[in-house]
């Protein structure tokens, strides 16, 4: 009895060990994450497997709790809470999915995979291992996706150790010759240190100052600068006239994040703006963060308010001749998003964000990593833009 009691709460540990390790923000490090299949299944009861489920996912996402507390300028309790009940939907289907046949475990560790991927369950679905496929096959597309797959199903069977191996040899040699993603030609992504305020001062004086940063880029040669998420603030017909007025100092074309404001809720989206054609809305956030920004419930209840999931619309845009890939901060945080786009074969992604309440913790490192994994697996340029 002593020796189960032992052995369960080392498998607990390591699950820990595994999502702080895997989600670290250090793309090079998301294979580690590949423990977590090992340890679900070497558990020898439901109980385990639930605790080792919720061990990973909560050390993963552990950032949660101080962001939230930032982000309402509030004690951490309301973000405790959050990062506990957003764990419930890994632990639940990791639990109920759970086998003691060993047979079972492939297909039962499969499916959990694809059920955390798509939604319902794949709206809190972080720190998904199948990212990692970008490290260990970068390039290899659908292809290095199917092996990813197949490779964590095999992490769930007694040749576990085997594929193991098989699996640190590919990772090893891909770090030996990683190169960072490439950018797009003729685009710049802009990275801004202005706290809380991007979004929230939207005078007269901080537009100016946004656009002289659009102009300083174009300057260097860039033909398109893409800003960070909420970057104009609300995108009204006043900040359209004076952001289309100011492109015709430029021949570069601005993508920025803005919302869009009506009676029943708002919109999180990427505007285009440049001196020909004004400017317009080229993207809706498919997937804004649960909680704080998409609360469906309260249409349950004939209230208004939160911003709207366009969940599988626009996966891809056309900007400049070419289609792009756009992802909106906690798109870049779950697997679907991405895969729905790539399905519609892009040219590039275009990845930005508003962190500025991540400060202290590794979200926003993690949401780069984890981008960074995915355009490597497909070979594509990426453009990125974050306040902090």
Not at 73 to 84: E, F, T
Not at 121 to 126: D, E, K, L, N, V
Not at 221 to 246: I, K, N, Q
Not at 264 to 269: A, K, L
Request: net charge positive; with cysteine; proline share 6%.
């Amino acid at each position: 009895m002593c020796r189960d009691y032992l052995r369960a709460t080392a498998l607990i540990f390591a699950s820990i060990a595994t999502g702080v390790a895997g989600w670290s923000g250090h793309v090079l490090l998301l294979p580690v994450a590949l423990g977590f299949p090992v340890l679900w299944s070497i558990a020898r009861t439901r109980s385990v497997a639930a605790l080792v489920s919720a061990g990973y996912f909560l050390a993963a996402s552990r950032g949660l709790p101080q962001g939230v507390a930032a982000f309402y300028s509030s004690d951490i309790w309301p973000g405790l809470l959050l990062w506990l009940c957003a764990s419930l939907s890994f632990v639940t289907v990791h639990t109920a999915l759970w086998a003691t046949s060993a047979a079972l475990r492939p297909f039962r560790y499969f499916l959990a995979a694809v059920i955390m991927t798509i939604p319902p369950f794949g709206i809190t679905g972080w720190a998904h291992p199948v990212t990692a496929a970008g490290v260990l096959f970068p390039g290899w597309g659908w292809w290095g996706l199917g092996f990813m797959t197949a490779g964590l199903a095999g992490l769930v069977t007694r040749i576990w150790p085997a594929v193991a191996i098989a699996l640190i040899g590919l990772w090893l040699w891909s770090a030996a010759s990683w190169t960072e993603p490439r950018l797009p030609n003729g685009w710049r992504g802009v990275d801004l240190e202005l706290g809380a305020s991007l979004g929230r001062d939207v005078d007269l004086h901080r537009q100016r100052d946004l656009i002289a940063t659009v102009r300083n880029a174009a300057s260097d040669g860039a033909r398109f600068v893409v800003l960070p998420e909420t970057a104009l603030g609300f995108w009204t017909p006043t900040v359209a006239r004076l952001w289309t007025s100011a492109s015709g100092d430029t021949d570069a074309t601005v993508i920025a994040g803005a919302t869009v404001l009506d009676a029943t809720g708002y919109d999180n989206v990427l505007v285009a703006i440049d001196r020909n054609g004004g400017g317009s809305i080229l993207y809706r956030e498919r997937m804004p963060v649960p909680g704080s920004m998409w609360q469906p419930w309260r249409s349950w209840f004939g209230e208004s308010g939160g911003a709207r999931a366009d969940f599988f619309t626009n996966p891809v845009v056309s900007i400049g001749g070419r289609r792009a890939a756009p992802l909106i901060c906690y798109e870049q945080l779950i697997v679907w998003p991405i895969l729905q786009s790539v399905l519609h074969d892009p040219d590039f992604v275009v990845a930005v964000g508003n962190g500025w309440w991540t400060e202290g913790t590794s979200i926003v490192a993690i949401q780069r990593a984890a981008t960074t994994a995915w355009v490597k697996l497909f070979a594509r340029p990426l453009v990125i833009a974050f306040n902090t």
